[in-house]
């Protein structure tokens, strides 16, 4: 993204100044907070069904849908990109086609993905008003829809055990922030519950840019790059962090207690000392990546 369409937001990041010699970005949705599977199961995935009118084939949608955001390869994408990935997976299931719905073609929205916008409720909406159709118009209501229902429903969603420990334990070496594509004014609320945004030196959400971007406007030029360091649950995190020469720590889902414990007691140890790097990073980013398969399920049976 160039700096003429950086989010005004993003400023934040840009001007953050380093005060320890090492950072690490933490993700939020299914990686500190447990609120991915609450937020996909009773927020995301009803709205899907309600705002694309897919009642027909709810069953069908949920389990797509949950798919897409959870349980393979495209677990934690943007919101939009998972929207895109769930419309081209339902026009390939006869099952769900048979039941009478209609999918969008998503074509208007993979225009908005492709145009450059910020892929964001503001980016979205700017959007439409340069490239107006019935399609964004939808997205943008089910985009809506969904911020409402975690409002209304996701409150509570503790940290995973051993987050706090973890998030104090790098207090006396490391920056810490949240990079994450969450909305900010979820995230802020979230991790003010739970008294740990007085930990973070920014909370960067969807407003402020893609983590890969978080990652480069706040870190990148201003520690070594085996000082930075991104920790996620999702394979878009280690894209991110992988895209800028940066090191990733895998939270594995499932096994969010046991990845923040090691994290603690292992994997930051190694980090501060320079030792990360290498193999001990790629056997935990291997056996990280067998959890989540790439191939439907419904088409492996």
């Known amino acids: ?56 084939a709810s069953t069908l949608v949920r389990e797509t849908a949950l798919f897409v955001n959870l349980y393979s390869t ?4 943007n919101r939009w990109v998972a929207l895109a990935r769930l419309f081209e997976l339902l026009k390939q299931r006869p099952e769900v086609l048979e ?4 999918i969008p073609e998503g074509k208007e929205l993979q225009k908005f993905l492709d145009s450059g916008y910020p892929r964001s409720d503001k980016g979205i909406a700017a959007f439409a008003e340069e490239h107006p159709s019935d399609e964004i118009r939808q997205c943008i209501e089910w985009g809506k829809g969904v911020n409402e229902l975690i409002a209304w429903m996701v409150h509570g969603a503790a940290p995973f055990p051993g987050v706090r420990e973890a998030i104090e334990a790098m207090q006396a070496e490391v920056d810490t922030i949240v990079v994450s594509a969450t909305p900010v004014e979820a ?25 890969a971007e978080h990652v480069r406007w706040a870190a990148k030029d201003k520690y070594d790059l085996d000082h930075i360091m991104l920790i996620g649950d999702a394979p878009g995190d280690r894209d991110a962090a992988f895209s800028e020469g940066v090191l990733f720590y895998p939270i594995k889902p499932g096994l969010e207690r046991e990845s923040w414990a ?10 501060l000392a320079g030792t990360y790097r290498g193999a001990y990073q790629d056997q935990l980013v291997a056996e990280y990546e067998a959890l989540l398969p790439e191939k439907p399920t419904w088409q492996t049976v």
């Open 262 to 271: 090691k994290f603690k007691d292992e994997a930051l140890p190694r980090f």
């Open 74 to 77: 495209t677990r934690g994408q």
């Open 187 to 211: 995230l802020e609320r979230e991790w003010n519950e739970h008294d740990l945004a007085k930990y973070m030196k920014v909370i960067a959400g969807q407003e402020m840019g893609s983590k």
């Open 99 to 102: 039941r009478g719905v209609t």
């Open 1 to 56: 993204m160039t700096d003429a369409k950086r989010p005004e937001q993003a400023q934040a990041l840009v001007d953050f100044g380093p005060e320890k010699r090492f950072f690490v970005g933490i993700d939020s949705d299914g990686c500190a907070m447990d609120a991915m599977n609450i937020k996909h199961q009773e927020c995301f995935t009803p709205a899907y069904i309600k705002y694309f009118d897919l009642q027909a």
